[in-house]
C-alpha cells in the first residue's frame, strides 16, 4: 500500500509539475547570454567550492534540463529553498530572466555527438537496493540523465559532495537559512542515513550525463 501511494503522489506531482513547465514562456538563449553574470563566478569556474554550510562544489549546470534550473530559482526565491546567496540572487530575478537564463544553460556545451548510455551501470547489491528504495530512476530516468519531466534535474555525474548536501539539505527543511521543502524529494531523504545518502551520491556521481562546468569569464570581449 506504501509503495502504491508513492507511486501516485510521483505521478501527480510529475504531472502538476508538466503542466505549470508548460505554461511558462519559453525562454531565449541568446537572451539569457547576456543575464548570466551573475552565475558566472561559481558555476562557470571548473571545481568551484561553496563553504555554507559546508565546503563543497558547486553544482554543474551547463547541460541541465531548462525546467528544472527555472524550478530551482523559483523555490530559492519563494524560500522553499533557503541558501542565503542563491535566494538573494533569485530574488533579483523575473521569471523572463530566469527562463533565458535556463534556456541559455540547457544549450550551453551542448554536444550531440556524445551518445549516452540508456541505462546506467550495474551497482552494487548494496546500492542497488538503495536505488530501488528511493524509486531514483522512475523519475531521473533509467540513465539518471533523462527525466520524466522537464521539471525535474539530470542527476548523471553531478559532483558527488554536491548531491550529498542537496539530499541531505531535504532532511533539514526545518532550519533557517538552510534546507529544501519538498514534499517527495523530502520522503525519500528522509528515509536514509547520511551515511546512506553519500553511497547513493557516489554510484550517481560515477554515472554518464550532459551535466559539465564550462569554464567562463566575467571579461569576455
Known amino acids: 500500500m506504501t509503495k502504491l501511494i508513492t507511486s501516485v503522489l510521483m505521478v501527480f506531482v510529475a504531472s502538476v509539475t508538466s503542466?505549470?513547465?508548460?505554461?511558462?514562456?519559453?525562454?531565449?538563449?541568446?537572451?539569457?547570454?547576456?543575464?548570466?553574470?551573475?552565475?558566472?563566478?561559481?558555476?562557470?569556474?571548473?571545481?568551484?567550492?561553496?563553504?555554507?554550510?559546508?565546503?563543497?562544489?558547486?553544482?554543474?549546470?551547463?547541460?541541465?534540463?531548462?525546467?528544472?534550473?527555472?524550478?530551482?530559482?523559483?523555490?530559492?526565491?519563494?524560500?522553499?529553498?533557503?541558501?542565503?546567496?542563491?535566494?538573494?540572487?533569485?530574488?533579483?530575478?523575473?521569471?523572463?530572466?530566469?527562463a533565458d537564463i535556463a534556456a541559455y544553460y540547457e544549450s550551453h556545451g551542448k554536444d550531440d555527438s556524445v551518445t549516452l548510455p540508456e541505462k546506467a551501470s550495474e551497482a552494487s547489491p548494496s546500492t542497488a537496493a538503495l536505488l530501488a528504495k528511493g524509486a531514483c530512476a522512475s523519475c531521473h530516468g533509467a540513465n539518471l540523465n533523462k527525466p520524466m519531466v522537464p521539471g525535474y534535474p539530470k542527476i548523471a555525474g553531478q559532483y558527488k559532495d554536491y548531491l550529498y548536501v542537496a539530499l541531505k539539505s531535504y532532511k533539514q527543511d526545518g532550519q533557517a537559512t538552510w534546507g529544501r521543502s519538498n514534499g517527495v524529494m523530502g520522503g525519500i531523504a528522509k528515509q536514509f542515513t547520511l551515511a546512506e545518502l553519500k553511497q547513493l551520491s557516489a554510484y550517481v556521481s560515477s554515472q554518464q550525463g550532459d551535466l559539465k562546468t564550462v569554464p567562463q569569464s566575467k571579461f569576455r570581449k
Open 19 to 98: 503542466v505549470a513547465y508548460a505554461q511558462d514562456a519559453a525562454g531565449d538563449a541568446k537572451a539569457g547570454e547576456t543575464k548570466i553574470a551573475m552565475c558566472i563566478g561559481c558555476h562557470g569556474i571548473k571545481g568551484y567550492q561553496a563553504s555554507f554550510p559546508e565546503v563543497y562544489k558547486v553544482p554543474m549546470i551547463s547541460g541541465q534540463n531548462a525546467g528544472y534550473i527555472v524550478s530551482s530559482l523559483t523555490a530559492y526565491q519563494k524560500g522553499e529553498r533557503k541558501h542565503p546567496t542563491m535566494r538573494s540572487i533569485a530574488a533579483s530575478l523575473t521569471a523572463k530572466d530566469m
